[in-house]
């Protein structure tokens, strides 16, 4: 990351110079090495310290990385450490030092000191969120310094944070005390992390779906498969709930395709469907010549024309009209459209991806069958959080961290600690989360409201308890847009009358309700025995063979069958 402007209350974080901090040392020796009677300042005295240093009185929380292993070598950094602290405090007795030891045994283990980053670095993003690090590469081993600039340079590190390198004055050649340390490696992932489709937004857009930090099989599946399917130039519809992230997903496969103009990646083509009429959409997508409608005073290009070479994300999909179903057909078919009002054809090289919140029946009804054939060719599904509840420790941290950039509330009151955000994750373990990321969120703003009110601010046990009353608002979904047997237990839930449920659908299946209603509790049942190593039957009181056959009912319920569906 460049290095703009110096951040306000920067964090230095660094490993301890074995040879070099506090000073400069004799090869192999623990004595300093004089130059005019005086010892010699290492990197961290350097940066910190010297006249010619830009951070100089400007740093004051440090963070120490160093090894603390039984073996040989422990000794020289258990000295160095205490040394450095030593004149650290000497010189600015109002430092703040953390020490982060590392078990490792070999400071020369590129693979051992990747695995301590790669876990450590979260951990501290968490405890100083928002907080700009300033990444000190100098000292330690050529190792840790690679890693360091590797890491950094390949999007493992969340920002904010920049990297520098000291030189001290025997070594500087006219070069500045501390300079930026900046490869400029364009990334996947940092590219992913700053692309949006244009026209879609939402709160569940802004959560990146990192593989890395996946912990059910079920997501690396998926995104396994999604990796293999974003080389082809075949369509591909995603399924899942509103809040899953299928905006997110969309734009993964695209940075993940040959189907890319780099220079639209920070706005590429991408339309919400139920945002527009059939005319204006029409417009949207194909473009119009000046005179084609009233209002229509010069020439537009569509979003086809500028998908050429690219890809278009029609998100929303169940809501585009018949008429253009077929238009985009032909489209899709010929890679040929006609503007509004034109008369010559043109053409559109384009990759489609296509998403809804419909289940597959809602979907068949409303989308003409040949259309739907062609978008649905590859069809992935992205799981509500309910189904994959490991996910939720990593997805609910980088939900707060947004919710709390977003609001701009000062840094002091948006801090909790981590007995706050596991009180939260086991609270949305135990829920059915019916709006996914955007729950979170939804959470993230109250517990934030709650601490940042500036007349009677929550302390952070109140302000998560003001927080989770949102899990019993539901306001992403009524009764009516849940399937019988979730309408049901809903209503059983609040005691409230099923009226409305009755003009909705005419007639209860009760048969399949049942069913549905037995199958959750069945899966439900067998999933916390797995997870707590238990017998079914210390959980309820039917036998394991009931269950069993509970579970694996056939339902005609279209949620269920989706949910185990990959494609028609």
């Known amino acids: 990351m460049s290095q703009s402007s110096l951040a306000t209350n920067p964090i230095l974080l660094s490993w301890i110079a074995v040879n070099n901090d506090p000073f400069e040392r004799e090869r192999g020796k623990s004595t300093y090495r004089l130059e005019n009677g005086e010892p010699i300042p290492g990197p961290t005295l350097t940066l910190l310290f010297d006249d010619e240093s830009e951070y100089k009185g400007k740093i004051k929380e440090i963070i120490f990385l160093h090894r603390k292993s039984e073996k040989t070598g422990h000794a020289r950094e258990s000295d160095a450490v205490e040394e450095t602290t030593t004149e650290l405090k000497k010189r600015d007795p109002n430092l703040r030092i953390h020490f982060e030891p590392w078990a490792g045994d070999d400071p020369t283990d590129h693979q051992g000191i990747f695995e301590f980053l790669q876990d450590k670095m979260p951990e501290l993003r968490r405890r100083f969120a928002g907080r700009e690090f300033l990444i000190h590469i100098s000292p330690g081993t050529p190792s840790m310094q690679t890693i360091w600039v590797l890491m950094a340079e390949t999007g493992f590190f969340e920002p904010p944070f920049h990297l520098v390198k000291s030189y001290r004055k025997n070594e500087r050649r006219g070069r500045p005390a501390v300079v930026p340390v900046e490869l400029g490696i364009d990334t996947f992932y940092k590219v992913y992390k700053s692309s949006r489709p244009v026209?879609?937004?939402?709160?569940?857009?802004?959560?990146?779906?990192?593989?890395?930090?996946?912990?059910?099989?079920?997501?690396?599946?998926?995104?396994?498969?999604?990796?293999?399917?974003?080389?082809?130039?075949?369509?591909?519809l995603l399924l899942g709930e509103r809040g899953t992230g299928k905006t997110t997903l969309a734009n993964w496969i695209r940075l993940h395709s040959p189907f890319r103009q780099e220079t639209q990646d920070d706005h590429w083509p991408a339309v919400a469907c139920g945002q527009y009429s059939p005319e204006t959409m029409r417009a949207e997508l194909f473009g119009y010549k000046k005179g084609a409608f009233t209002g229509a005073t010069q020439d537009k290009e569509g979003l086809l024309s500028a998908a050429n070479g690219d890809t278009l994300f029609l998100d929303e999909v169940g809501d585009v009209s018949r008429d253009l179903q077929r238009l985009l057909i032909k489209a899709l078919e010929e890679k040929q459209y006609l503007p509004l009002g034109g008369d010559k054809p043109r053409s559109s090289d384009f990759r489609l991806l296509t998403a809804t919140n419909l289940d597959v029946d809602e979907l068949k009804s409303r989308l003409d069958p040949d259309f739907l054939d062609r978008i649905s060719l590859v069809t992935l599904r992205l799981p509500p959080l309910r189904e994959i509840r490991e996910e939720l420790s990593w997805l609910w941290e980088t939900a707060y961290r947004l919710a709390s950039a977003r609001s701009k509330v000062a840094k002091k009151r948006a801090t909790l600690g981590s007995e706050h955000h596991r009180r939260v994750v086991?609270?949305?373990?135990?829920?059915?989360?019916?709006?996914?990321?955007?729950?979170?969120?939804?959470?993230?703003y109250r517990i934030l409201a709650a601490r940042s009110d500036p007349h009677v601010p929550l302390d952070p046990y109140e302000?998560?308890?003001?927080?989770?009353?949102?899990?019993?608002?539901?306001?992403?979904?009524?009764?009516?847009?849940?399937?019988?047997?979730?309408?049901?237990?809903?209503?059983?839930?609040?005691?409230?009358?099923?009226?409305?449920?009755?003009?909705?659908?005419?007639?209860?299946?009760?048969?399949?309700?049942?069913?549905d209603l037995r199958r959750f509790l069945a899966e439900e049942i067998r999933r916390v025995a797995k997870q707590r190593g238990v017998p079914v039957n210390e959980l309820c009181d039917v036998s394991d063979r009931t269950i069993r056959e509970w579970a694996n009912q056939k339902t005609g319920n279209t949620a269920v069958r989706r949910k185990n569906a990959s494609e028609y």
């Open 199 to 236: 026209h879609v937004s939402s709160e569940d857009q802004r959560v990146e779906w990192d593989p890395g930090k996946f912990q059910t099989e079920r997501m690396r599946n998926l995104f396994i498969e999604a990796r293999r399917f974003a080389h082809l130039n075949v369509p591909i």
């Open 463 to 515: 302000s998560v308890e003001y927080g989770l009353l949102a899990l019993s608002t539901e306001l992403d979904r009524t009764p009516l847009e849940m399937n019988p047997a979730q309408a049901v237990a809903h209503a059983f839930s609040q005691a409230t009358p099923l009226d409305a449920l009755f003009d909705k659908v005419g007639r209860i299946p009760t048969k399949q309700t049942e069913q």
């Open 426 to 444: 086991n609270a949305l373990k135990e829920h059915l989360l019916p709006g996914n990321i955007r729950d979170l969120f939804r959470i993230a």
